[in-house]
C-alpha cells in the first residue's frame, strides 16, 4: 500500500459478505488505502462485545491494489483490535463502520456492533464513524448515501474529531425524495417493548425470539436523531466514549457518608 | 412473592454458577424478593449484546421462599429483557448486576456484560447498578463488599437514580487493610495495548487469544475511579445512557452545511 494515501480501516457488525459493506468498500476506494477487517457472518448486535473465552482466526479472502479484506471469526470490536495490531504496521487514519442494514439511532446504539467498531477505533485515538440505512433489507439501496459518505469521511480525514468522541450517521431509508441534508442530532431517548416472539419447540418446551416494538420517548423534540431521520434528514450524533453522568455526581456525593 | 417486598432483579455475565452472582444473592436477600436471570455459562465481554440471529431458552433452576433462579441461553442484557417480560408480572424495583469477577472500572465499561445489565435495566426506566470487583479469580473474596452492596442497593431503592443514570461500582481486591469508603467518581480515560496472544495451531495455522495490557491516560487525575481503586476507595461511577458528546455538537455543526 501506498504510504502517501490515507489507511481506511473498514469493519461492521452485518458480516463481510454483507452488500453494506460492499458499497461502502466502492465509496471510499478512491480516498485511500482500504483494510477491511469484517466478521466471517453476520453479527448483529454484538454491541462492543469482545470474544474472551475462544481463540480467533482470521484469514486473507482477497488482495487487489488498495484494497485489502479479511474475515475474521469474532466480533466486530475483535475485528478492529486485530486488523490493528496484527494485520498492519500503519496506524489508520480513520476507522469507518458500516453500512449496517438498519437502523442504529437512539438508544440503539447500546447494542449495535456497527458503533461498537466505531467506539473501539476511538479508544484507539483514530477518528471513528458508523454509517447506518434505516433499511433492513438485504438488497437495501445504498446509493443515496455515498456523498454523504464521501463528505463526511474527507471532512474527519481532514480535520479529526475531538478526543473521545465518534459520530454515529444515520441515513433514512431512500424514497422518491432525495435527502434532506445532514442534522447534527442529539440522540433521542426511546424504549423497547413487546420484545419476545414465543413459540412452542415440537418437543413441548418454549423458544424466543428477541423482536420488539421502539418508541421515540420525546416526540416532539426536534433536535435528535429519531425527528430528523422521520423527516428526511441523514441525523449524525457524535458519540461519546466518557459515558460518565456528570450532572448526576452532586446528586451522589451523600453515598460517600453513608 | 410478596408483594410488600421490593422485587430485586438480578443477572450477571459470568453465568449463574458464578460465585460472585451467588453471594450477591445472599447479600441481598434479606432485602426483597429476587428474581434472578443469569446467562447459563460465562459470557465475560458481552458488553450490551443482544441475540438477534438464534432462538433463546431459559429454565427455572431452583425456587425458594423469595428466591427465584432461573438459567437463559442467551446474553446479560437478553436475561434481563426475557425475565421482565416474560417471568414476572411485577416491575422490579431495581436491577443488581454482578458481583463480577474482574474490574469492570475506566473504558471497561465499553465491553462489560455487567454493565450490560444495568444499562439495560436504565433503559427500562429502572434504577440499575453493576458491581464488580477487581479479582478475576473464580475463588474471590466478595465478604468486604457486603456492606457496601447493602447501603447502595438500601439507597437506590429508597432515593432512585436520575433518569438514564445507572451506577458502576468497582471494589479494589481485598487486602490486609479495609475498604476506605465510597467514592463518586468519573471513568478515567484508557487504552489497551499488546492485545494479542499468538499461538500456532499443530496443522499450521494461526490463531488468537485476547488479553491485553490497560493504561490509564491520567494517572495524576485525583477524581477517576482508576485512582479511588489504586487507593483503597470503592469507585462509584455514575454511567450515562444518553451518549451524545454534548460539547461537540457546536464544533460539527460545520458538516451541516457541506
Same mark, same amino acid.
Given at each position: 500500500m501506498n504510504d502517501k494515501r490515507p489507511l481506511i480501516l473498514l469493519s461492521n457488525d452485518d458480516g463481510v459478505q454483507a452488500k453494506g459493506l460492499n458499497e461502502l468498500i466502492d465509496m471510499l476506494s478512491p480516498m485511500g488505502d482500504l483494510l477491511v477487517m469484517a466478521p466471517d457472518g453476520a453479527r448483529s448486535g454484538a454491541a462492543c462485545g469482545i470474544t474472551s473465552h475462544n481463540p480467533l482466526r482470521y484469514k486473507v479472502l482477497s488482495v487487489r491494489p488498495g484494497v485489502k479484506i479479511c474475515a475474521c471469526s469474532g466480533t466486530p470490536v475483535d475485528c478492529v483490535k486485530l486488523a490493528i495490531e496484527k494485520e498492519t504496521d500503519r496506524r489508520p487514519d480513520i476507522v469507518v463502520s458500516g453500512i449496517n442494514h438498519g437502523d442504529n439511532s437512539s438508544v440503539r446504539v447500546h447494542y449495535s456492533g456497527t458503533m461498537g467498531v466505531a467506539l473501539e477505533g476511538c479508544m484507539k485515538g483514530i477518528p471513528s464513524v458508523g454509517f447506518s440505512l434505516c433499511d433492513f433489507d438485504?438488497?437495501?439501496?445504498?446509493?443515496?448515501?455515498a456523498p454523504y459518505v464521501h463528505r463526511i469521511t474527507e471532512r474527519i480525514l481532514h480535520t479529526g474529531l475531538p478526543s473521545g468522541v465518534c459520530l454515529n450517521v444515520n441515513f433514512p431509508k431512500?424514497?422518491? %425524495? @432525495?435527502? !434532506?441534508g445532514m442534522k447534527i442530532c442529539r440522540m433521542a431517548r426511546g424504549t423497547w417493548s413487546n420484545e419476545w416472539y414465543e413459540a412452542d419447540h415440537p418437543k413441548g418446551t418454549k423458544y424466543f425470539w428477541l423482536t420488539g416494538e421502539y418508541t421515540?420517548? %420525546? @416526540?416532539? !423534540?426536534?433536535?435528535?436523531d429519531e425527528w430528523a431521520l422521520a423527516h428526511g434528514w441523514v441525523a449524525v450524533v457524535p458519540v461519546t466514549?466518557?459515558?460518565?453522568a456528570y450532572a448526576a455526581l452532586n446528586s451522589l456525593k451523600d453515598l460517600e457518608t453513608l
Open positions: 438485504e438488497d437495501a439501496d445504498f446509493a443515496p448515501a431512500p424514497s422518491a %425524495e @432525495p435527502y !434532506a421515540n420517548l %420525546e @416526540p416532539e !423534540a426536534t433536535d435528535t466514549v466518557d459515558m460518565t
